[in-house]
């Protein structure tokens, strides 16, 4: 059976491009999607790349990676500061979580500077733009292949 990893996205995401462009740069988020289906195609992972402006969709795909036994890449956006029910899903998972920001969240106000699913995720990517998510797929592939030799 094929490893398989989520790609969740929070609010305001569908807007990469346009939003914020100085912050968030040009790339759309199908821009990103394409990155990240080839990168997880050549580490042959199955991949289910989503983005919500609604905090439950989350926390139901989050509860659907854990029945799958998939990893998750989650850039949780606005949700990452205040989303308890978010990081609960997320402790209920037993495959790698890598949060990912497109911008360096420790150089930002300080209202974006605390993530509460920092505390649930394995590692932390921020501050490298849409690189950022390649960035995650790899380090995920990895840690699942490192459990997978562990376990044989």
Sequence with gaps: MKDSIFILNGPNLNLLGVREPH????????QVEQLCR???GELGLACEFRQSNHEGHLVDWVQEARERGAAVVINPAGLSFRSIPLLDALKTLEKPIAEVHITNIHRRDALYQQSLVSLAATG?????GPYGYELAIRAVARQMAAASDGAA
């Design 124 to 128: 932390v990517i921020c501050g490298f």
């Design 38 to 40: 080839q990168v997880a």
């Design 23 to 30: 912050l968030y740069g040009s790339t759309t988020l199908a």
